[in-house]
């Protein structure tokens, strides 16, 4: 198997692909499920993987990209925590002629060389995405009259916490101005314990928020715990729509917990090494590859739940 597919890896000295790989961290169960993707597609390619994660610090992020580069990796893939502040090692990357793919997040950067493609999905359409199922969820719970909601952001300068936000503020620009209105926003880093705390203080100062808006699952989940803790019902007193649809947030859907999510597809591993080889090979790829995801409502959570696989 070792000397299969025929490339010629310069890091690894026996044939394979040898591809740096720096992880954003290990905040959510979207993160454990991309992580478990990209390492089983490695593996299933046959490239040699070196992995590391970053623990959501961009400076762990630069000096994994920067050993990378001093070990002489074939291409280099990673999830940007933020979106700025890139160029400097990019641009080291580059002069080592050692191609970039960002997976999942993107750069903000004025040099468009300083990577080949991002395979990721359309965040700012999954914010539009959360505007519209939105509609719904409060047509089908009888809500009428303003909506106060109250927006858990991702963490602060990362592409999904931008886009997300901008992508449900055009729905709600453009078909709502009058009766929605966001009363509260404040990150919640990803993590449930984020979202625990900043809802608690949420209820403190809106004790009358309407919807809940979370940028993903595990915020979605902690912020339960806080709402259920103030004495509420996650999911009647307060409707929820979160972004991800890892396995726990579709477990809290069928309970009546939230009320929508937006998926956002983690496994992109195979794309990933997919793209990594062509890279690799000289081939030209898309500037973006997305990701193909869907939209769940509560009553289709419980159907749907056996055949989440993260
Ligand atoms: O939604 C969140 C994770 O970048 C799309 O990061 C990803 C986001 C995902 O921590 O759960």
Known sequence: KKDEGGSTGSGGGDGKIVLGFSQVGSESGWRSANTDSVKEAAKEAGYNLKFSDAQQKQENQISAIRSYITQGVDVIAFSPVVVTGWDAVLKEAKAKKIPVVLTDRSVETSDE???VTL???DFTDE???AGKILEKVLEKAGHKGPVKIAQLEGTTGAAPAIERAKGFKEVMDADHADDW????SQTGDFTRAGGKQVMAAFLQSNPDIDVLFAHNDDMGIGAIQAIEAAGKKPGKDILIVTVDGVKD????????KINAIVECNPLLGPQLMEVVKKVKNGETVERWIKTKEGDFMQDQAKAALPSRKY
């Open 249 to 256: 947030g579709f477990i809290a859907m069928s309970e009546g």
């Open 127 to 129: 914010g539009r995405r």
């Open 119 to 121: 395979v990721g999905s």
């Open 181 to 184: 209105k966001i009363v509260v």
């Open 113 to 115: 060389s300083l990577y």
